[in-house]
């Protein structure tokens, strides 16, 4: 089975663009979960998604938003961007009778 | 307000000996406990869970130890292996499920030939 796979897996954008990001789970898993990766912050988590619809929700302001295709696959958006986005952006996959998430590479944003 | 922390930010060991990673939480709701490992440029890998019912759980030379009492829980690897270098997170969730997960700040752990 392949892995969870994002793209793309660096990027480089100005302060206030947006950018989106893109997450193809494993084949057969439907929840989606994303997390922001900082060296102060640690791994936090962003959104689920489930099924096209967002299940759980952390912390961040509303310039972070995302969304699941029929097919599993989800995107995640960041408008206006700020310095402080810069980051590495992991996307993980789970199927309901798996006790656990399985990660992709991630996504390496810098924000100049 | 972080809820799982990771005390030690980094550890070396010699390889052969044993490696101990602690964890301490402070949400009682949380149910169950992951260990990661993260090598650069990879995203996290899952290592070993365990369930809040449980206290103790191994995988080869991987066991976690949970005391809910002291909401404190340890990864322990015997033997440590150079392959072992890597940064390890602690995570946890509640509700049984692996959605959400709250991860500690990361142990990086360095095994020594």
């Known amino acids: 089975k392949a892995g969870v796979t994002q793209t793309p897996r660096y990027l480089i954008k100005t302060r206030g663009q947006q950018v989106t990001l893109s997450c193809s789970p494993i084949s057969g898993h439907r929840s989606v979960s994303w997390y922001q990766q900082t060296p102060g912050q640690g791994l936090q988590f962003l959104f689920e998604y489930f099924s096209e619809t967002q299940r759980n929700k952390g912390n961040f302001p509303g310039r972070f938003s995302g969304r699941q295709f029929s097919n599993s696959r989800s995107e995640m958006n960041v408008s206006t961007l700020e310095l402080g986005d810069s980051a590495l952006y992991l996307c993980?996959?789970?199927?309901?009778?798996?006790?656990?998430?399985?990660f992709g590479p991630g996504t390496r944003l810098l924000v100049l | 307000d972080q809820q799982v922390k990771q005390n030690s930010p980094s550890l070396s060991v010699q390889e052969g000996r044993i490696s101990i990673l602690n964890c301490d939480y402070t949400?009682?709701?949380?149910?169950?406990f992951l260990w990661y490992k993260k090598y650069p440029a990879e995203g996290p890998t899952f290592l070993i869970s365990i369930s809040s019912i449980k206290d103790k759980n191994e995988d080869g030379r991987f066991t976690v130890f949970l005391n809910k009492s002291a909401k404190h829980l340890s990864l322990h690897i015997v033997p440590s292996q150079p392959g072992d270098s890597a940064v390890y997170f602690c995570a946890a969730s509640y509700q049984g499920g692996s959605e959400k997960l709250v991860f500690g700040k990361g142990t990086k752990l360095t095994v020594n030939p």
């Open positions: 949400n009682s709701m949380f149910d169950y």
């Open positions: 993980a996959s789970s199927s309901p009778s798996q006790e656990t998430q399985y």
